[in-house]
């Protein structure tokens, strides 16, 4: 389990590396399609300034303005439950080297160990507070929690309630507009699937945008939705399963579900499937990437003659 804040800080240091800048604090008021690329209009402390760009890729969360500028459908909706979510320092009785998934008749509970003795607690509540508070979580864990032992949450870092949604955009690019990530496809956390899935976005787009700029062949660009579209199908339909039996209501529901769990997890072709699927390793798109252009010419060699071009 790494936080987030040190996963940003490698993805920072490694593009500070090739050369590149993240501007903080500028936020895309709009973006206009033209004939030749797009005009982004961008918003900061020092006022807005409109900029002109081949493409625009739009990794901008839920309410994307690059999706709002490409007219194009978010289909899904939301799950009825709300849930908390919070950093605590606690006593825990169980082992702290791997998450904790609790199917309690009051509702899931996850409980996931981070560095520093913190843990990361997710739970499914009807009505979640908007900050909850160290006596929300400790009596959400004595009902949800481990039977044996003691848990004791000791300080509270932060918190905050949030619904989940499960939605797909319709469209993954227009013309010179892409999308990518929370933009493209969002869902529930269970499974931990968001934040690679977008990656993988990132990393095949990249690469074919890289591809289009170089040699000139914008039809590379083509390959982009069908690659990626598909595989965050399939990671909301895992998802969606997942949160669908975390969320079970009633005695007779939960009896049958913790029963087929049980018996599951004894099937070693079951759970190598699931741990594939968790992993991101069954979904191989960086494999699919084509390896020569229309004419033929393999993509390798156009890359190495093409010089001076900067992405």
Known sequence: MLPQEQTERILNERLAALGGIVH?????????????????????????????????VGGDGMHSIVR????????????????????????WPLAAREVSLFFSPAGLAVVAPLPDNRFRIVASVDQAPEH?????????????????GK?????LFWSSRFRIHHRLARSYRSGPLFLMGDAAHVHSPAGGQGMNTGLVDAAV???????????GDDSV?????????????????????????????GSLKLAVRDAALSVMNL???????????????????LAQLPEKDR???????????????RI
């Open 267 to 285: 099937l070693p072709p079951v759970r190598k499937k699931l741990m594939m699927n968790l992993s991101g390793l069954s979904r191989k798109a």
């Open 221 to 249: 660009l083509d390959q982009y939705e069908p690659m990626r579209r598909p595989a965050a199908q399939k990671v909301l339909g895992m998802v969606g399963w997942l949160t669908h039996i975390a969320t079970l209501r």
């Open 132 to 148: 909850p508070t160290v006596a929300h979580i400790q009596t959400l864990l004595d009902a949800r929690g481990p039977r044996k």
């Open 68 to 91: 709002t500028a490409m007219d194009t459908q978010f289909d899904g909706g939301a799950y009825e439950d709300s849930f908390i979510l919070a950093d605590v320092s606690m006593d």
């Open 295 to 309: 004419a033929g010419t393999p993509y390798d060699l156009r890359l190495q003659t093409a010089k001076g071009d």
């Open 24 to 56: 903080r604090g500028v936020t895309a008021a709009s973006v206009q399609q033209e004939a030749t690329g797009a005009t982004a209009i961008l918003e900061g402390s020092l006022g807005s300034a409109a900029v002109k760009a081949r493409f625009v």
């Open 205 to 215: 787009l990249g690469q074919l945008l890289t591809r289009a700029i170089r040699t």
């Open 151 to 155: 848990t004791v949450v000791r300080e």
